[in-house]
């Protein structure tokens, strides 16, 4: 993947973080993230990916007890497979702003799901949609 050269990369064991300068900080002792793109794979069960997105949005939304789906499932393409865009929308814990957050998975060979976790203030995610999508016609997968 490619992302803007003014981001930095950031991490876990579980996931990985882009964000640019100012995006990203500490709150309560945990990470957290204003704006930035989070890359990972989720452990599904399910090999229908549809199903496989829904159990991935309800486990997100255990910790997050303000994400809402905001918009329907939409069909798109990630390193050439067949994937699934949804729209959500949250409460940051850190700020209390409104942030729009995009979701985009495809299922691996292996049946796990892949994702990407878009996410910017409400009121700047416009100003962010381009490098967003950028970053996501840069995504390869070689599994």
């Known amino acids: 993947m490619s992302v803007p050269d003014n981001w930095r990369r950031l991490g876990d064991n579980n996931s990985l973080w882009f ?3 100012g995006g990203y900080g500490q709150y309560q002792n945990q990470a957290v993230f204003t704006h930035g793109v989070n ?3 989720y452990r599904s069960q399910n ?4 199903q496989a997105t829904q159990e991935f949005i309800n486990n997100l939304a ?3 007890r303000n994400l809402r789906l905001s918009t329907s499932f ?5 390193s050439g497979r067949a994937g699934l865009s949804a729209g959500l929308t ?3 814990d850190a700020t209390g702003q409104s942030e729009s957050i995009t979701l985009i998975t495809t299922q691996l060979r292996n049946g796990d799901l ?3 976790v878009a996410v910017a203030p409400q009121s700047e ?3 962010f949609a381009s490098a967003f999508n950028n970053i996501l016609r840069s995504v390869r997968l070689t599994d």
Do not use: H, I, K, W
Request: hydrophobic fraction near 35%; glycine fraction near 8%.
């Open 90 to 92: 949250n409460a940051n």
């Open 47 to 50: 090999r229908d990916l549809r």
């Open 39 to 41: 890359f990972g794979v």
């Open 125 to 127: 995610a416009r100003s």
């Open 114 to 116: 892949f994702y990407m």
């Open 19 to 21: 964000a640019p300068e």
């Open 62 to 64: 255990q910790g997050n």
């Open 74 to 78: 939409q069909r798109v393409t990630v």
